[in-house]
């Protein structure tokens, strides 16, 4: 089976000295989303991710993508078992059986089939789409407290093991409104590590996330917005800045959203009212 990291040698020069030393980096390998249902089967996508947590980045990506919209319309998850594929390459072919007795209309995902996770579309497109979906606004009225908020990177950084050792990963973290860590996901894709964190709340029944915190590293995109509204979180916090339709997003659907998180300090882009003691 593949793993999160690979080991590889590189030379270190400082000084105007060269070394040559052992490192790890961050793997990177295609996984391919096949749905099976009615006896058909569809390769509905293909992502470049670090193996691990497939199962839960395959469930994550068709539930932010409105392709399933509850764990029960799943009836199994397994790797690829067909003969004629090499034993090692099974582990980047996921198979997502579904209840249903057809597949399901599968127009939302045709970018995917010629676009990297890290492309989009026309801004007023995108958001149309979300309307489409019918997504109502966030109401949650809970708030949290500055302090809370600027606890959350130092418990995201000491919960990164693969990003410890290769330095090279994104993460997603989930966070409850007490600040409490209750699970993070590592990937080379920043969507891609927040798909493996919705599909483990989807999986583990703790979907819709309305009293909970996601924390991303690296910046907001409309991307990121888009399926932190479909898994109903009212907060997210990134460690950089926030697009401009990520915002956008946020202010029509009720999410508050954090950027420029470091230290004791962060910026709030939309949805100030969930921030206590703070003043408009």
């Given at each position: 089976m593949n793993t999160p990291k690979t080991k590889g040698k590189i030379w270190i020069v400082e000084n105007g000295k060269i070394r040559p030393r052992t490192d790890?980096?961050?793997?990177?390998?295609?996984?391919?989303?096949?749905?099976?249902?009615?006896g058909m089967r569809r390769n509905v996508a293909v992502t470049m991710r670090t193996p691990g947590n497939?199962?839960?980045?395959a469930a994550g990506f068709l539930y932010s993508e409105g392709v399933i919209s509850d764990r029960a319309d799943?009836?199994?998850?397994?790797?690829?078992?067909?003969?004629?594929?090499?034993?090692?390459?099974?582990?980047?072919?996921?198979?997502?059986e579904l209840t249903a007795e057809e597949l399901p209309n599968l127009a939302s995902l045709e970018r995917h089939f010629y676009t990297t996770s890290a492309c989009g579309v026309c801004g007023k497109t995108s958001l149309e789409?979300?309307?489409?979906?019918g997504f109502p606004p966030i109401q949650t009225q809970s708030k949290v407290s500055p302090e809370l908020?600027?606890?959350?990177?130092?418990?995201?950084?000491?919960?990164?093991?693969?990003?410890?050792?290769t330095g090279g990963l994104h993460a997603a973290a989930l966070f409850n409104s007490e600040g409490e860590l209750l699970?993070?996901?590592?990937?080379?894709?920043?969507?891609?590590?927040?798909?493996?964190?919705?599909?483990?709340?989807?999986?583990?029944?703790?979907?819709?996330?309305?009293?909970?915190?996601?924390?991303?590293?690296?910046?907001?995109?409309?991307?990121?917005?888009?399926?932190?509204?479909a898994a109903g979180v009212p907060?997210?916090?990134?460690?950089?800045?926030?697009?401009?339709?990520?915002?956008?997003?946020?202010?029509?659907?009720?999410?508050?959203?954090?950027?420029?998180?470091?230290?004791?300090?962060?910026?709030?882009?939309?949805?100030?009212?969930?921030?206590?003691?703070?003043?408009?």
């Open positions: 790890y980096l961050a793997t990177e390998e295609p996984l391919e989303i096949r749905l099976v249902a009615g497939d199962f839960e980045l799943i009836r199994r998850i397994t790797h690829c078992v067909d003969k004629e594929i090499e034993l090692e390459n099974r582990y980047n072919i996921v198979n997502i789409a979300l309307r489409r979906r908020i600027y606890s959350l990177p130092e418990k995201l950084r000491s919960a990164q093991g693969i990003f410890t050792v699970a993070v996901r590592e990937d080379v894709g920043r969507h891609n590590a927040l798909d493996k964190l919705i599909g483990w709340a989807l999986l583990s029944g703790e979907l819709p996330l309305n009293n909970h915190i996601v924390m991303v590293s690296g910046r907001s995109s409309f991307e990121i917005m888009q399926k932190c509204l907060i997210v916090c990134a460690v950089s800045a926030p697009s401009s339709l990520a915002v956008s997003l946020a202010q029509e659907f009720g999410i508050t959203l954090i950027g420029f998180l470091r230290g004791e300090r962060f910026n709030v882009y939309a949805g100030i009212e969930r921030i206590e003691s703070a003043i408009a």
